[in-house]
């Protein structure tokens, strides 16, 4: 593979994980989710950073990058792990992903796909009076399965068996390497 080909093909995994990343922030912030929007966040400056740093030859920047990455998959089946309430985890906490600030869920908990919401009345007495108690029930795929594929798609985009990113980035900084070491005859 080509220098000029896996920057090519950096440059594209680069810009799609800036598309999914930001349709994922969108849903987040409709759930008032923040440890999520601050991950998605910090990803999405880290992409942008990748992406200049690909284009401009900066390979701290790619370094940069692609620790993030690893960083990235880590925050990714930490979320999927909590979804599927693994171990200890249980998704009906609300430290974790809200910072125990509100009562908040995943949007898709109301808003999925053929989900029917259902007011209860009267509410129970530990709910807050400005949060409304439901049940919701026919959905056609339950939220926490919307969230891991979310976290899925993430985790593919960052380690892509048929683009190989992760190889990509540490390819780009060889190849930056050796040619910087060749221009400037370190090797003789």
């Known amino acids: 593979m080509g220098y000029c080909s896996g920057r090519c093909t950096l440059i594209f995994i680069c810009g799609m994980q800036l598309v ?32 200049f ?3 401009q030859y900066r390979p701290r920047y790619i370094t ?18 909590f979804y599927l309430e693994a171990g200890d985890l249980s998704k009906e906490t ?36 400005d949060h409304r108690y439901i049940t919701v029930s026919g959905c056609f795929l339950e939220y926490q399965y919307i969230e891991v594929a979310h976290s899925s798609l993430q985790i593919v985009l960052a380690v892509s ?15 930056f390497h050796a040619d910087l070491v060749h221009t400037n005859g370190i090797c003789g």
């Open 20 to 51: 999914c990343v930001l349709e994922r922030q969108i849903f987040d912030f409709l759930g008032y989710q923040w440890a999520p929007i601050l991950a998605n966040f910090v990803h999405i400056i880290i992409v942008i950073l990748g992406l």
């Open 53 to 55: 740093g690909t284009i």
């Open 64 to 81: 940069g990058y692609a620790v993030w990455l690893v960083l990235w998959v880590t925050w990714n089946v930490f979320v999927i792990c």
């Open 94 to 129: 609300d430290l974790i992903l809200t910072f125990n600030i509100s009562m908040h869920r995943s949007w898709w908990m109301e808003n999925g796909p053929g989900c029917t919401v259902t007011s209860v009345t009267p509410a129970p007495d530990w709910a807050p009076e």
């Open 161 to 175: 068996v048929d683009h190989q990113p992760l190889l990509l980035v540490f390819l780009e900084l060889f190849y």
